[in-house]
């Protein structure tokens, strides 16, 4: 099945031991939706406002996961249009929602549309908690794309670009893995047992090739710039 993603930007903090476990269900008309729409705010558990966050859903369609992510805007709000949940609306799809962001606990959400109407949206909010790693649980930087205007080059964050850890060239079992927020800017949170001389991250983005990097030890900030396909 392939992941479908409509490019929304995202950013994401992730690592298998850091979910705290949440189930959204919303009550409403028998009849199950076709779509479904989900909006909310990320926020600390203090009630910040976090800027540098995303939200990502995913779920399974027909046998096809479809996968979207959103980064939230400057007051920290976001928001997923038109989520399919079947084909006909007899078997609608639940959506495992992940709120991320960077120096925070994630936080998971399952959203059922089975109590939905056509066209309805679920409104879904987050309060993430700190996080105590030390700096070699944790790697983090900015992924960019240089796109050339006249004869000068210019860096441009790029939003909702994968990162992923991986052992001997394979994703972690269970998997640990992030997107970059709007500004670009990524932190991935590594399981128990796992520091950043045992992993390399693979950066990943529609439209662009794939790369495999090797964390930088004692913490230091990576600076990836990923290469498009055309």
Known sequence: PGDVDPGEGAFVVNGPDSFNGLILKLKGPESAPSTLSIS??????????????????????????????????ADGTYEMR????????????????????PGFVSEIATVDPADFGGGA?????????????????????????????????????????????????????????TFTCAEGRFELALPAGKGVGD????????????????????????NIVMVPKF
Do not use: W
């Open 121 to 177: 949206t679920a409104t879904l909010d987050f309060q993430l908690a700190p996080h105590t790693l030390t700096p070699e649980q944790v790697t983090s930087g900015i992924v960019v794309d240089e796109q050339s205007f006249g004869s000068s080059t210019v860096e441009v964050t790029l939003a909702g670009a994968r990162v992923e850890a991986l052992s001997d060239g394979l994703p972690l079992d269970p998997p640990a893995f």
């Open 40 to 73: 909310g705010k990320v926020e600390s558990d203090s009630g910040d406002v976090l800027t540098c966050a995303t939200v990502r859903a995913e779920g399974m369609v027909d046998g096809v996961l479809v996968a979207r992510t959103a980064a939230v805007n």
């Open 199 to 222: 992993v390399a991250l693979r950066f990943s983005a529609p439209q662009y090739n794939a790369q495999d990097v090797a964390p930088t030890p004692g913490g230091e900030a990576l």
């Open 82 to 101: 038109r989520l399919p949940t079947s084909t006909d609306g007899t078997s609608p799809t639940s959506y495992s929602v992940q709120a991320f962001a």
